[in-house]
């Protein structure tokens, strides 16, 4: 059974084909979008049950989404940093993503 301090630590993202990823909130925090829906004082649902749903992100784009937010966490004072492998096939939804989840790095 979760903790109050693992509830506060870990965040669920939920694809909409109900895929469910479990990701420190600080790299959650990356995303400006994800950030404002866990912050309590905003009144979102999302900050009480700490999970977020996302009905326009499959599984496959979200999994990859929660790999960046853990390499850009990752590397986030790092010089030089190599890209990361991303299947050509993902780019344009990637890119949706990004643009939805807003200020990712």
């Known amino acids: 059974m979760a903790t109050q301090e693992d509830l506060s630590t870990y965040v669920t993202l939920v694809s909409s084909d109900n895929f469910s990823y479990v990701i420190r909130r600080s790299a959650a925090n990356i ?3 994800i950030r404002r829906m866990l ?3 905003n009144g979102f649902r999302e900050s ?3 999970t977020c749903h996302f009905d326009n992100i499959n599984g ?3 999994e990859k989404v929660c790999e960046y937010l853990y390499y850009n966490e ?3 004072d790092a010089r ?3 890209d990361m492998d991303i299947p050509p096939e993902l780019c ?3 890119l949706m993503a990004a643009d939805y989840l807003g ?3």
């Open 60 to 62: 496959m784009v979200l």
């Open 80 to 82: 030089d940093v190599p």
């Open 74 to 76: 990752k590397h986030k």
């Open 92 to 94: 344009l939804e990637l």
């Open 31 to 33: 995303s400006e979008a």
């Open 48 to 50: 009480q049950t700490n």
């Open 39 to 41: 912050d309590p004082a």
């Open 103 to 105: 200020g990712m790095g």
